[in-house]
């Protein structure tokens, strides 16, 4: 069995501060882990994943995640956080090994004051 | 949103009532996913689809059908038989369902509500 938590319902930062999504996981094997962002109404827009390799992933509009295994996290980060940054984040993890499903965790939300 | 198109965005049912959600997707992806998202509980997956004629159950299929008769097209029945259909869904595409590190591609969603 696979699973995400996310354990903040809410994240709330001032403009032009770093900003931090937690995400920790669970697979019977090596994960795939992916974060997504969705704006209110809308579908979800890909940020970045970890495939292998380097912990430090990129993604767009600014945003990195660095894995972490001896933890099991996937922490979403951002060293200047914008107005426009504010949505609903999604972690998702799929084992390597088994099925094909992703799973999604709970989603944060994440508001950005001026 | 990408190449995937949901509609219709605002859907009203009646009890009783069968439902169809379309999706099409012009990214010539192989595999197509179909998602529920209900407040604080993320997304779960309805069905999803590697491949042509192929299908497989998520974890919620209960009240749901699907059919994958063209690659481009992955539409998504609401049955009387799902008790609480009211929800956003989301219709999904990765390029190879095989290789599990792919991404999915995301639709606009449609909004169901139950009258």
């Known amino acids: 069995a696979q699973s995400v938590a996310q354990p903040e319902d809410q994240v709330n930062v001032a403009e032009g501060n770093p900003l931090t999504v937690k995400c920790t996981y669970s697979?019977?094997?090596?994960?795939?882990l992916f974060w997504y962002v969705q704006y209110p109404n809308r579908g979800l827009q890909f940020l970045l994943k970890y495939i292998t390799g380097d912990n430090l992933v990129k993604g767009s509009y600014g945003f990195e995640a660095e894995f972490n295994k001896s933890q099991t996290s996937f922490h979403l980060k951002k060293p200047s956080a914008l107005v426009s940054d504010s949505a609903l984040y999604f972690c998702a993890v799929r084992d390597r090994a088994n099925d094909y499903k992703l799973s999604f965790g709970a989603g944060t939300t994440v508001t950005v004051r001026a | 949103d990408g190449g995937i198109t949901q509609s219709p965005k605002y859907l009203f049912r009646k009890e009783g009532q069968n439902v169809t959600l379309s999706c099409e997707q012009n990214?010539?992806?192989?595999?197509m996913y179909w998602y529920r998202q209900d407040p604080g509980q993320g997304l779960r997956l309805i069905y999803y689809s590697q491949i042509v004629n192929d299908f497989q159950k998520g974890d919620i299929a209960e009240g749901y059908s699907v059919s994958r008769e063209k690659k481009e097209s992955f539409p998504l029945t609401v049955t009387s038989a799902q008790k609480n259909p009211t929800a956003f869904y989301l219709c999904a595409s990765s390029i190879d369902g095989s290789r599990r590190f792919n991404e999915q591609f995301f639709g606009p969603g449609t909004r169901l509500t139950v009258l």
């Open positions: 990214l010539n992806h192989d595999a």
């Open positions: 697979v019977s094997g090596n994960p795939y």
